[in-house]
């Protein structure tokens, strides 16, 4: 075998998933066979993965994959490909095996993935779903603060409330405080109390939030919006745990976990003196990111499913016609918009469905949905729309059923023979690899 060629940008693969997740492959040769046979360059033990399932060619700059007319593909962002350039960061899925080209000198490791597909009442499959659901398994079990960041509607409450019920303290109480929702001057004493008498209509002792939550959980939800003359007292909360009603003398000890949330950028908000620095590096010591909808697109149809079973319909609730269309749109309002129109759908009727517009001018195109498919006429471009989802749909829904077609046919709520016929139309029907 050929060694690199000096000067070359070394790179290395890392397995995020499977049996062997946390691996890494030094691409120090100008060619691997990848694959699950004894003879392969990399061996991936994955049932989902042929024999010989693709070759990587290691180029200068890049590196060249070629899918090896594999049984069940090679995915690259959710599309199937059968050749493509791969550049540091990028990430492919084989079978249930995913990997990321990254620099040889790099420090990052591969996060290992949750093999769940939910947390709480979150729910997902993708790789930063299970990513988050790694890091929140690992977090809850202990009693440190807890940052939570996101967009408005990723469901950061959801997320602090699962904190809660897998904690110690779930026996607890789960107090939820929303500072962007209560008066600046309501917001002390709702925090920390008060006494009778420390202001107009304090006509008896209150106890806060904190005292409140004893052996729980309080949650501070956009904890961005806390005025900054009261950002010293949640310090001293977090590091002493003491609190002192308004108009008392002395401080209260207090025994409680504080799991705050926010949407906004805290790190830009200290840089413009708008959030104390000191807080912010206390409330982040233990952070997490719940990703936006747009960027984990392949968890829609999960979501829709989640959201008709807690109304208590069937997945046929939604026409395949409807779920393609919701499957492309790119939902600036995250899992909270996706909700509120699939039971505004199923209440109303599809003819109800709002007008979901396009993509704004720069905006990223979402996954699945070409501006050359766009460009087509109506009923093929429908058409390639509808395919799509249906292999993104079939393939998430036997990673989730093992393969198991009986189990898949039930979860999917349609007939066994015509799931055989759609997995055969995508190629997905040998889910054993050859």
């Not at 060694?3 to 120090?28: E, H, I, Q, W």
């Not at 309501?186 to 409140?212: M, N, P, Y």
């Not at 747009?294 to 979501?303: C, Q, V, Y």
Request: charge should be neutral; include cysteine; aromatic fraction near 4%.
């Amino acid at each position: 075998m050929r060694v690199a060629a000096p000067g070359r940008v070394r790179m290395k693969l890392l397995v995020l998933s499977g049996t062997d997740a946390g691996r890494g492959y030094s691409l120090d040769q100008r060619e691997y066979i990848v694959g699950k046979a004894p003879t392969c360059d990399i061996i991936l033990p994955d049932k989902t993965i042929s024999r010989q399932h693709l070759r990587i060619e290691v180029r200068d700059e890049h590196v060249l994959a070629v899918d090896l007319d594999s049984r069940n593909g090679s995915f690259c962002e959710g599309l199937r490909f059968s050749q493509m350039e791969l550049r540091p960061g990028s990430v492919i899925t084989l079978g249930t095996t995913e990997l990321k080209v990254v620099p040889e000198d790099s420090r990052e490791r591969a996060m290992p993935l949750s093999g769940r597909d939910h947390f709480g009442a979150l729910v997902g499959t993708s790789r930063k779903m299970r990513e988050v659901f790694t890091l929140l398994e690992r977090m809850a079990p202990g009693g440190s603060d807890v940052l939570i960041q996101g967009e408005t509607g990723t469901g950061k409450e959801l997320c602090a409330e699962a904190l809660h019920n897998e904690s110690k303290r779930a026996k607890g109480p789960f107090i939820i405080v929303d500072l962007a929702g209560i008066a600046p001057s309501l917001i002390e004493s709702e925090l920390f109390g008060h006494v009778k008498g420390a202001f107009t209509g304090a006509q008896s002792d209150r106890a806060g939030a904190f005292e409140r939550a004893a052996g729980g959980t309080v949650f501070l939800d956009e904890v961005g919006e806390l005025p900054l003359d009261l950002q010293p007292r949640l310090l001293r909360v977090l590091e002493r745990r003491q609190v002192k009603r308004v108009g008392a003398n002395d401080y209260r000890t207090v025994d409680m976990r504080v799991v705050a949330a926010t949407h906004v950028d805290l790190e830009g908000a200290v840089k413009a003196n708008k959030f104390r620095r000191d807080l912010y590096h206390r409330l982040a010591v233990l952070r997490v990111t719940l990703p936006a909808l747009r960027e984990r697109p392949e968890d829609i149809p999960l979501l829709i499913d989640t959201v008709l079973g807690r109304m208590g319909k069937p997945p046929s609730a939604l026409s395949d016609q409807t779920r393609a269309l919701l499957s492309q749109y790119p939902w600036p309002g995250n899992v909270r918009e996706l909700r509120n129109v699939v039971e505004q759908v199923v209440n109303l009727g599809e003819e109800a469905l709002p007008e979901l517009p396009p993509l704004g001018a720069g905006a990223e195109q979402p996954s699945g949905a070409s501006t050359a498919e766009l460009d087509l006429p109506f009923k093929e471009a429908k058409e390639r729309l509808i395919e799509g989802f249906e292999r993104d749909y079939l393939k998430g829904l036997l990673e989730r059923c093992e393969g198991n077609i009986s189990r898949a046919s039930r979860e999917a709520g349609i007939d066994r023979v015509y799931l055989r016929k759609l997995l055969r139309k995508h190629g997905l029907e040998d889910r054993d690899g050859g």
